[in-house]
């Protein structure tokens, strides 16, 4: 199932940015649904994820206190709202869904185990 995934785009750092990610068809039961996010050279990272089932939320280090992970059940879609961007948070960011994974796994591991990814999407956050 390929995830649908909008937003992103260019901002001067301490600027806001949002991201969201549908998955398709009422009967995909999510269990866990995230971001990672890859910049060049360096390995995918785990961002941040969320269980639709008890919106538990889980953030890296690095982004917590500025990104806030939030979902929508009843459109199946996710969205990120990142705020006081860094240029560091530049990146091509991925949603990935699974229906088994604990939504801790986005920051755990880098998302290899994740049934269904979305094309990614660009942020770059200028100097």
């Known amino acids: 199932v390929q995830l649908q995934a909008s937003g992103g785009g260019l901002v001067q750092a301490g600027g806001s940015l949002g991201l969201s990610c549908t998955a398709p068809?009422?009967?995909?039961?999510?269990?866990?649904i995230g971001w990672y996010r890859q910049a060049p050279g360096q390995a995918r990272e785990g961002v941040s994820g969320?269980?639709?089932?008890?919106?538990?939320?889980y953030y890296a280090e690095s982004v917590k206190g500025r990104f806030t992970i939030s979902a929508d059940n009843a459109t199946n879609t996710v969205y990120l709202q990142m705020n006081s961007l860094k240029p560091g948070d530049t990146a091509v960011y991925y949603c990935a869904a699974d229906p088994h994974l604990h939504p801790i796994v986005v920051i755990t591991t880098n998302g290899n185990a994740f049934e269904h990814w979305g094309k990614g999407t660009q942020v770059t956050v200028s100097s």
């Open positions: 068809g009422s009967t995909f039961n999510i269990n866990a």
């Open positions: 969320i269980s639709p089932v008890d919106g538990r939320t």
